[in-house]
Each structure stands twice: as C-alpha cells, then as structure tokens.
C-alpha cells in the first residue's frame, strides 16, 4: 500500500512537471482573442475567409480642414508604415505597360464587343489630347488602353479615393482626408495600441489634424490588453479572498501552501492539456477557467478539515463522488462544435482531475493533513442557532421560490440575444474612427463575396462570370486577357490606319492567339503585383459587395458578416442549451444510482443555482448570451460539491458541523472569485460574473435545505 502510494505520488509529480514544461514551450504560440475565433468560425470556411478579409487590413485616417496639413500628416505615416502596396507605384505602371495586351476596362470592353470602334477611337483621342498624360507609353498603348485601365483600377482599389504619394485622399462634406491601408499582420499589437493612444491625443494637435484608427485589428488589440489586466485582477482579488477566508477557517496560513500547490498543479496541467489538444486557445478560456479555483478551494478545504475530524476514508468518498459528477457534468461539453467550447470543458475536465488527485495523494493520504487539518477550527455539537429546522425550511423555500420565480415575472425572453455587438462593447475611440471611414469612403455595410476556386485563376473566373467586383476588377483572368487581347486586334485591324494618320502615331497589327504568355499580366508571377493576390488564400478571393448583390453562382457566396455571424451564434447557443440538457440527463443519472431515494435532495441544488443565475441575469438586465448558459455548467459542478459534502454532514455532531462549516468558507471563496467577473469590461465575462454570482447563491442556498432521513428531521447547524 505505502510503495503504491510513493509510486503514484511520483507518477502524478513527473506528469505535471511535464505539463509545465510542455506549457512553457508552447505558450509561446500565443492565444486566440477576436470574436470570430471565439465563435468558431471554421465550421463555415466561407465565413471564415469573409472574416479573415474584414480583419486582416486596418486604417488610419486623417481629418482636417487644410488638405495641405493632412497630407503632411498622413505622408509622416507613410514613412514607417507604407501602404497596402509592396513595391514601388511606378514598378507596378512599369509592369502593366510590359504585360498588358489583355487589359480593358469595362468600359472599353464594353464598346468593343458591341463593335463600337468608332465610338472607342474617338475616346482614345480625347483622352490623348486631354489635359491628363498617358500612364503607359504610347508606343505600347496607342489606343492608351492600358492608361484607362490603370484609372478604373485605381477607382476601383481605392473606391472613391485618389491615390497620392503612398495614400489616398478625398474631400467630404467640407472636410479633408487620407486614408492609409496598413497590413495588420505586419504591426505588433503593442504598435497598434500606440496608435491609438497617439490617436486619442491628436484631438490637441496645433494644426487641427486629428488622426482616427480603424478596423477590428484594433478593437483585437485593446480587448487583448484589457483581458490581460482584467485576469491579473481577477487572479489577485481571488488570492486575497483565499487566503483572507482561509485564515478565517483554519486560523493561520498554513493551508496556504497546499492550496496553491494544487491550484498550480491543475492550472498547468489544464493549460497543456488546452495547447496541447487545439494549439493556439481562446483567452476566454482562461477567464472562464477560473471556476477551476472554487473547485479546488472546495477539494483542498474539504480534505484538510474532512480529514482530521472524518479519517482518510470518511471524506475520500465524498470527494470521489464530487469528482464523478463534476466531471459527468462538463463531459456533454466535449462533444460541442464550437471549439472555445470544448476548450472550457478540456480546461475544466484535465482542471478538476488534476486537484482531485493532488489531493488524494498529498493530502488525503498525506503529510500535509497531519501538518495543516489540525489547525481547522473544531466545532461544537450545540452549534445550532435556536431556530428550529422547520422553520428554516419553510424560509430558504420561500426565499429559493420567490427569486428564481422572477424571470416568470420580467419578460426575460427580450434578454436572449445573439447580437454580436452583445458580446464585445467598443472602445468609444475606435467606433468612432470605424464609423468615420463608413462615412467618409462609402463602406458597403459589410456584404462581402466569397469566391472560391481551385486555384486562383479559376477564382477569377467565377468573380467575373457572377459579376463581382473583385481581385478581378483589379487583374482579370488570363481567360478573359486573353478575350481582351482579342478585341484589341479587331480594334488595331479596324481603325488602326485612321488613327495613326490622325495622330502620327504607328498602329501595329497583332494576332492575339500568337501572344506570349508573359504578355499579359499574371499577379502570382510578377513580384511587384503580388499584392494583387493577397484576396487570395488558396482557397478563395473575399471582395465586398454593395447592398442587392445576390449571385446564383455556386461558387460565389454572399454574406452579410455581421448577419452571419448572429446566425452562427444562435445556432451556438441552441447547441449548448441541449449540451446544459444533456448533462442535467447525465447528472440525473449519476443521482439515481448512487443516491437513490435521495437523488432529489442531491439535484435541487444544481436546479436552483440554475434557476438564480437566470434571476441575477434578468435582475440586472444583463443580455442572455450562449456563455451565460455555460456559466451554468460550473454552476452545476459547483452545487454539486455543496450537496454531496452537506448530505454527508447529515447527522449533527461535532463533525456534521465542521463539514457544513467549510462549505460555508468554500462558497465565500467560489462567490467572490467567479463574482468578480461580474466587474469585468468585456460582456462575456461579465456575464458568465453575474450568472456564476446568482447560481452559487441559489445552489448553496438550496444545499442548506433541510431534508427528511426516515422521517426524522435533519438538524441543521
């Protein structure tokens, strides 16, 4: 017995040694922190590719009433960020004067396939004697074709804007701007929460140049920043909140060590366990994961209290029960779609499995019980406080009753919500900057076509046979240069001799089925267009469309992101509401076999901690959203743990007293540790704060219920 206690202790030492070191390692990949991971996107890879195209490019604008000053300020910013572009503008003229023999605008095309050359002649003549010099030589581009097309290309990049000097600019409603695209991949989040600091400071600046920061990069930046802080102070309010209640029951800090000891061991092996399984998680995983300390406040209070006054065995079964239901109830999480999901359920599962065997093997069957539980307070028999158990009764069902009966009352039903903006509230800054370059460019409230093929000509392809406005509006495909290239020699061959002799200019024939493949343009082969192929990924091109675009196109889907995304939502959120059933089932089960005739006394706590967690939500008004209904999961666990140590205080007694007694401190601990998120700045967490608050409330109140044995009143302390 005592080699297999060593043994299992050194097994157990060993695997959270290497969970730690396993995490060190891989912590380095850092974690998840947008909305659209959060809520799954990749089963919806069209979605997805939307989502990655609204995100991966930012903004930053400049405002004014001097378009002198704003250039100023919008050139200094060019000097450390450049544009969207990679590589010098007059490359990218140089390579469309090379390799552009398939190159139209859709105007032209338009006229040469109505066989309109005389209509186009006199176009390219206005356009050579007009006020604006070709942009391709016209010895390569007589008709100036090619020149017209890089004016529609631009216009149709840019949206309105005119580029200038590495920026666009436009004048709207009396005021002046420029617009700077930046990759967000290429600036660290600390730069863009620079920027923004720099943003909200430029309001002061002398020549009234205000600079605006646009795009979901910097709303991912600053919730990252501010989910770190808010985890520091969660993490030191729960510290203090341990180690204050802890002193309170044990009077001294000696438990302290084997607490944190536990809590280190099960954050480590739960955070491995989440790197391990999904490589980069979601950092609402580890707020969330907090539940993880009510869990081992309760394991590591109950086996040093439990074990002095019970012996080893009298509160190891308890503890095991705890575990097996605790873990039957978070079990139905594993098998959800939404892979922040089933983070939560692996961090919470790996989580209580780890304190629970630390706590066997250290502290059940330990050294630390003989050095720490001695120090628990002893409770007398006569603890009561006078009022009958009855009594008592006939309040906390009446209290229990009256407060979980208030959603009947409100109309909850107006709370459920899958409005995205329900999960994320933006910083007043940056919802102003996005709101100023909807105003200012004539965004097209977040349509987008997704496109896809199997290779990126094929893309282009499909963009141009369903008519969107996209990669293809910029570099056609070579099937439609190709078309192009061949309306160009019936133009060349029809009205080349009229125009040479009105311009002096040579018109050469050309047969457009012996060109070279280099002639025309291709961005995957020419460097400096390669940013022509950022649209695409390898599995489709993302554009936006305006409002009415539909396509009947297989392979073009329309989304409205946001749209999209309140439908994914509520999918989630019907999806997790049968997972919360289906461990109700679960737990249910587990009652009926092992508690038997006294299943119902162990379950009305899991019941009403649900039913006070809808109370607190609709008392604050606090929107529904799918993670209030996971809240519900550690609610569960959590009043589980209160029913099966409270039950097994049944009896009265020196004993009975001490048990109910570290419920009580272990509840304390749970309420303000989870509670706390209740303070939180992001909607999510805060509501799991307000739901996890009113169903440890409700759950302990409903596990201090007195029950009946045979008849016989259970005293109550």
């Given at each position: 017995?005592k ?24 912590v380095?990949?850092?974690?998840d ?9 990749g089963?919806d ?16 604008i ?5 378009a ?9 910013a ?6 969207m ?8 003229l140089?390579?469309i004067?090379?390799h552009?023999a ?16 005389d209509?186009?002649m006199?176009?390219?003549l206005?356009?050579l004697?007009?006020p604006?010099?070709p942009?391709?030589?016209?010895k390569?581009d ?6 017209e097309?890089?004016e529609?290309?631009f216009?149709?990049q ?16 009396g005021?002046e701007?420029?617009m ?15 920027l ?8 002061s600046r002398a ?15 600053v919730?990252t920043a ?9 993490s030191?309010?729960?510290?203090v ?10 009077r001294?800090?000696?438990f302290?060590?084997?607490l ?12 491995a366990?989440?790197?391990?399984v ?14 993880l300390i009510?869990?081992?406040?309760d ?8 074990a ?18 605790t ?19 692996v961090f919470?599962?790996?989580?209580v499995l780890?304190?629970?065997g630390f706590?066997v093997?250290f502290?059940?069957?330990?050294f ?47 709370l459920f919500?899958e409005d995205?903006?329900?999960?994320y509230?933006p910083?007043?800054?940056?919802k ?9 460019s004539?965004?097209?409230g ?6 896809h093929?199997a290779?990126l000509q ?19 495909s ?18 080349g001799?009229?125009y040479?002799?009105?311009t002096?200019?040579?018109v ?8 070279p ?17 950022k ?10 469309v ?5 396509s ?5 889907k329309?989304y409205?992101?946001?749209d ?16 919360l059933?289906?461990s109700?089932i ?26 006070w967690s ?7 008004r606090?929107p529904?959203?799918l ?5 519900m999961?550690a ?5 589980v ?6 039950r097994?205080?049944e ?9 109910r007694?570290?419920?009580?401190f ?19 967490t805060?509501?799991m704060?307000i739901?996890?608050a ?9 596990a201090r219920?007195?029950?009946?044995t045979g ?7």
């Amino acid at each position: 017995m005592k080699r297999g206690l060593i043994f299992l202790r050194v097994a157990f030492a060993s695997a959270v040694a290497a969970a730690a070191v396993f995490l060190a390692l891989a912590v380095r990949r850092g974690v998840d922190t947008d909305l659209m991971s959060l809520a799954g996107l990749g089963r919806d890879h069209a979605l997805r590719e939307a989502s990655d195209a609204v995100s991966g490019t930012v903004a930053l604008i400049f405002e004014g009433e001097s378009a002198e000053d704003v250039a100023k300020a919008a050139t200094a910013a060019v000097g450390e960020f450049g544009g969207m572009i990679d590589g010098d503008p007059q490359e990218v003229l140089k390579a469309i004067g090379e390799h552009g023999a398939g190159l139209l605008s859709d105007g032209a095309r338009a006229l040469l396939e109505a066989g309109s050359y005389d209509e186009a002649m006199k176009g390219s003549l206005s356009r050579l004697f007009g006020p604006v010099p070709p942009v391709v030589s016209v010895k390569r581009d007589p008709f100036l074709l090619c020149s017209e097309y890089v004016e529609s290309m631009f216009a149709a990049q840019t949206r309105g804007w005119t580029r200038s000097g590495g920026f666009v600019r436009k004048s709207h409603e009396g005021r002046e701007y420029a617009m700077l695209p930046i990759d967000a991949g290429k600036v660290a989040q600390s730069r863009l929460l620079e920027l923004k600091r720099e943003g909200e400071l430029s309001a002061s600046r002398a020549d009234g140049v205000r600079m605006f920061c646009a795009g979901p990069a910097f709303h991912t930046a600053v919730a990252t920043a501010n989910s770190k802080k808010e985890i520091n102070v969660l993490s030191a309010v729960s510290a203090v909140a341990v180690l204050l209640i802890g002193f309170a029951l044990f009077r001294s800090f000696r438990f302290a060590p084997v607490l944190v000891v536990a809590q280190l061991s099960a954050f480590a092996v739960a955070s491995a366990a989440l790197f391990a399984v999904f490589g980069r998680p979601h950092v609402v995983t580890f707020i969330f994961g907090t539940s993880l300390i009510g869990l081992s406040v309760d394991y590591v209070y109950h086996a040093l209290a439990g074990a002095a006054s019970e012996g080893s065995r009298g509160v190891l079964k308890p503890l095991t029960l705890s575990m097996l239901t605790t873990v039957g109830g978070f079990l139905p999480l594993v098998f959800a779609a939404v892979p922040a999901i089933r983070q939560m359920a692996v961090f919470s599962i790996t989580g209580v499995l780890s304190v629970y065997g630390f706590v066997v093997l250290f502290v059940v069957f330990g050294f630390a019980r003989s050095r720490v539980a001695v120090a628990a307070p002893s409770c007398a028999a006569g603890c009561a406080n006078g009022v009958p158990a009855a009594a008592r009764g006939v309040c906390l069902k009446a209290l229990l009753l009256a407060v979980a009966a208030l959603p009947a009352v409100v109309p909850a039903r107006r709370l459920f919500t899958e409005d995205p903006s329900a999960f994320y509230n933006p910083d007043p800054y940056l919802k102003e900057g996005d709101a100023l370059f909807v105003r200012a460019s004539g965004a097209m409230g977040g349509r987008m076509a997704v496109t896809h093929g199997a290779n990126l000509q094929e893309a282009l392809e499909n963009e141009e046979r369903a008519g969107v406005k996209g990669v293809s509006a910029v570099v056609p495909s070579l099937k439609r240069q190709r078309e192009n290239a061949a309306l160009k020699a019936k133009l060349h061959e029809a009205k080349g001799a009229e125009y040479s002799a009105a311009t002096g200019i040579a018109v050469r024939k050309f047969d457009a089925a012996d060109l070279p493949a280099d002639a025309f343009l291709d961005p995957e082969k020419i460097p400096c267009l390669s940013w022509m192929a950022k649209g695409w990924n390898g599995r489709c091109t993302v554009t936006p469309v305006p409002e009415g675009f539909e396509s009947g196109d297989p392979a073009v889907k329309v989304y409205s992101v946001r749209d999209a995304l309140a439908t994914l939502l509520a999918g989630m959120t019907y999806e997790v509401m049968k997972l919360l059933g289906l461990s109700v089932i679960a737990m249910a089960a587990l009652f009926a076999a092992l508690f038997r005739r006294r299943a119902l006394s162990y379950a009305l706590p899991v019941v009403f901690g649900f039913l006070w967690s809808f109370a607190a939500l609709v008392a604050t008004r606090t929107p529904i959203t799918l993670f209030s209904f996971i809240a519900m999961f550690a609610v569960s666990g959590l009043g589980v743990d209160y029913a099966i140590f409270y039950r097994s205080s049944e009896g009265g007694g020196k004993c009975g007293a001490a048990t109910r007694r570290t419920v009580f401190f272990s509840f304390l601990t749970s309420l303000i540790g989870l509670g706390a998120l209740a303070f939180t700045q992001f909607p999510v967490t805060r509501s799991m704060g307000i739901a996890f608050a009113g169903g440890l409330l409700g759950a302990y109140l409903a596990a201090r219920l007195p029950f009946r044995t045979g008849g016989t009143p259970v005293p109550r302390a």
